[in-house]
């Protein structure tokens, strides 16, 4: 199946400026974010996410915005309810939340309970499943898994950033393996894992190899950047077109994806490129 692709990058296009909180033009803008979802829907994606990345009570307070996280993300998730239809998937995407338990301040209970709130709005929008994504440090994303699962009918998908290291091998920010992220998911409740974000396609095929040997059946979602980013004249340019990743399709499938869409620097352009690669298989 193919998922959509960056929304990060399309807002930013629509005019989203430095400082601006991504996940408030739900409610002031929701045309501009429904303009997106719908240019994914025409592109091919058999699902959808939502404008709710950093839709946590911990990123809203950032923009003083705390108070509004049933609204944001209800609306968030009604506004791509709405560009999928019937025949189409929403994931609503549910991110890291910027605290960690190691560095003080917050506890796993904290956690949970932000986790909660912001699945319980997303599912009242309409989501047929939560997307947890770009998750570094294992215990905040097992608390994302349990609270959507305990708290919600949703599926639940947890998806993990790796960087590569001079060995060659794989691990999170905070030092996690995708062996490992995948364990820790799977024992958490997920119905689906994964990996997102920080590597193009050709990075993502040793880690979705390490995930599938952990687990022979369970649905391995992958949301590659188009390749890594460049910087040219203080602009991060991501390098891989449409044709370029599509080449790399079978390649990733016959690693042990099952679902695959973008992330940053992909477009509708990539997601179409995709879906015809998959179509041909």
């Given at each position: 199946?193919?998922?959509?692709g ?50 946590s ?35 609503a995407?549910?991110?890291p ?100 974000c ?65 992330c ?17 298989i």
């Amino acid at each position: 199946m193919v998922s959509d692709g960056a929304w990060g990058t399309f807002l930013h296009r629509k005019g989203l400026q430095p400082g601006e909180c991504p996940e408030k033009w739900c409610i002031d803008r929701p045309d501009d974010v429904l303009d997106i979802a719908k240019s994914y829907i025409s592109a091919g994606a058999d699902m959808i996410e939502t404008n709710s990345f950093g839709g946590s009570i911990f990123k809203l307070d950032h923009y003083g915005l705390g108070g509004k996280v049933n609204e944001i993300n209800e609306a968030a998730a009604k506004i791509s309810s709405m560009a999928a239809g019937d025949n189409q998937w929403v994931i609503a995407s549910m991110g890291p939340t910027g605290k960690m338990t190691v560095l003080g301040g917050v506890t796993e209970k904290d956690f949970h309970n932000a986790f909660r709130d912001q699945a319980v709005a997303l599912e009242k929008g309409g989501a047929d499943a939560i997307c947890i994504e770009t998750m570094s440090a294992l215990d905040e994303a097992v608390m994302a898994i349990k609270a959507a699962k305990e708290n919600t009918h949703l599926e639940v998908i947890a998806t993990f950033t790796f960087e590569a290291g001079n060995d060659g091998s794989f691990n999170t920010m905070m030092g996690v393996s995708p062996a490992d992220a995948a364990t820790a998911a799977i024992n958490a409740g997920a119905d689906i894992i994964g990996t997102n974000c920080g590597n193009g396609f050709r990075q993502m095929i040793g880690i979705v190899k390490e995930m599938r040997k952990i687990s022979s059946d369970i649905p391995i979602l992958v949301h590659a950047n188009a390749g890594l980013p460049k910087n040219v004249n203080g602009v991060d340019v991501f390098p891989e077109t449409p044709e370029m990743m599509a080449q790399l399709v079978p390649e990733i499938i016959r690693a042990g994806a099952n679902i695959i869409g973008g992330c940053c620097g992909t477009t509708p352009e990539h997601i179409k490129a995709i879906k015809a690669a998959v179509e041909n298989i």
